[in-house]
């Protein structure tokens, strides 16, 4: 199996590209069982990282013509959930080894994809989905893997901070989160992306980077937490009938808002900015 893989995966740079290198990559990937994950990823890291690298440089290149090939986006389904059952079921793989996976990209990528998302006026956007999926497991390993670092992880935390959470566009998404009455088309990709993507690299850098924390925590409180205590108060009537995609939404902001008052201090000064009574807290928590 290994060696077919090494040939498949060395495929992948001929022209034109073969969907049925696809399908077999695919299927070979799909096999892998909670138990073989681990095996697996020892026996064929080098090809894996391949994988990986090639999957990095398809996002990053200027023209997306693949992202209409059915079996491209099924190998990128699949081999995002290869990459899941990597980061919580793959024990036996250390931390430097999963994360030479799964951080397998350069700046100048990161830049590209970011640049794309940017022109993007397409608001179910596949391409934003697929980064999401990408930028999701990144913060689901490192959660799990605190002492994990990278350049990546502080460079993509700083820049989803400036660019999209302090946006306008983001403000207008938590606006529209507010309303009590929630139609499903609001969760575009792009609403997404911005709303539980974004936050939750964001809080992945925060955690990683304490130092930085007070050099966002004030804009994080004086620009948020209105609309986080409206959200969660507008939202908290109906619980039971919350769709996987506000859980999302709602889940990512609860985790940034704690996260600053966690990493406050003895003092909690951001804890009584966004609780400053104990009729807030009493309110809130009821």
Request: one cysteine or more.
């Given at each position: 199996?290994?060696?077919?893989?090494?040939?498949?995966?060395?495929?992948?740079?001929?022209?034109?590209?073969s969907t049925d290198v696809l399908d077999q990559i695919v299927v070979l990937l799909q096999q892998q069982t909670d138990q073989s994950a681990s095996s697996f990823v020892t026996s064929t890291h080098p090809s894996l990282l391949i994988l990986e690298r090639w999957a990095w440089e398809l996002f990053s290149q200027e023209s997306h013509l693949w992202i209409d090939e059915p079996s491209c986006q099924q190998l990128?389904?699949?081999?995002?959930?290869?990459?899941?059952?990597?980061?919580?079921?793959?024990?036996?793989?250390?931390?430097?080894?999963?994360?030479?996976?799964?951080?397998?990209?350069?700046?100048?990528?990161?830049?590209?994809?970011?640049?794309?998302?940017?022109?993007?006026?397409?608001?179910?956007?596949?391409?934003?989905?697929?980064?999401?999926?990408?930028?999701?497991?990144?913060?689901?390993?490192?959660?799990?893997?605190?002492?994990?670092?990278?350049?990546?992880?502080?460079?993509?935390?700083?820049?989803?901070?400036?660019?999209?959470?302090?946006?306008?566009?983001?403000?207008?998404?938590?606006?529209?989160?507010?309303?009590?009455?929630?139609?499903?088309?609001?969760?575009?990709?792009?609403?997404?992306?911005?709303?539980?993507?974004?936050?939750?690299?964001?809080?992945?850098?925060?955690?990683?980077?304490?130092?930085?924390?007070?050099?966002?925590?004030?804009?994080?409180?004086?620009?948020?937490?209105?609309?986080?205590?409206?959200?969660?108060?507008?939202?908290?009537?109906?619980?039971?009938?919350?769709?996987?995609?506000?859980?999302?939404?709602?889940?990512?902001?609860?985790?940034?808002?704690?996260?600053?008052?966690?990493?406050?201090?003895?003092?909690?000064?951001?804890?009584?900015?966004?609780?400053?009574?104990?009729?807030?807290?009493?309110?809130?928590?009821?």
């Amino acid at each position: 199996m290994e060696s077919i893989f090494h040939q498949l995966v060395a495929a992948l740079h001929e022209s034109p590209l073969s969907t049925d290198v696809l399908d077999q990559i695919v299927v070979l990937l799909q096999q892998q069982t909670d138990q073989s994950a681990s095996s697996f990823v020892t026996s064929t890291h080098p090809s894996l990282l391949i994988l990986e690298r090639w999957a990095w440089e398809l996002f990053s290149q200027e023209s997306h013509l693949w992202i209409d090939e059915p079996s491209c986006q099924q190998l990128f389904r699949t081999l995002a959930i290869f990459n899941e059952k990597l980061i919580f079921n793959c024990g036996e793989i250390d931390m430097e080894k999963k994360g030479s996976l799964l951080f397998s990209v350069t700046i100048e990528q990161v830049n590209s994809v970011f640049m794309h998302i940017e022109r993007s006026t397409y608001d179910n956007d596949p391409f934003i989905a697929f980064i999401s999926i990408w930028f999701d497991n990144h913060a689901k390993f490192a959660f799990d893997n605190l002492e994990y670092t990278s350049p990546i992880i502080n460079y993509i935390g700083r820049y989803v901070f400036n660019k999209y959470i302090k946006s306008k566009e983001y403000k207008i998404f938590l606006t529209q989160l507010r309303q009590p009455h929630l139609s499903h088309t609001i969760f575009t990709t792009k609403f997404l992306f911005y709303i539980a993507t974004c936050p939750s690299y964001f809080n992945l850098y925060l955690v990683h980077e304490a130092k930085m924390f007070y050099d966002y925590a004030d804009d994080i409180v004086q620009c948020f937490s209105e609309d986080y205590l409206e959200i969660i108060r507008v939202h908290s009537y109906s619980v039971a009938s919350w769709s996987k995609e506000l859980v999302s939404c709602i889940a990512r902001h609860i985790s940034l808002t704690v996260g600053c008052c966690w990493l406050d201090g003895e003092n909690q000064p951001h804890m009584k900015a966004v609780f400053p009574t104990e009729k807030a807290v009493h309110d809130h928590f009821e």
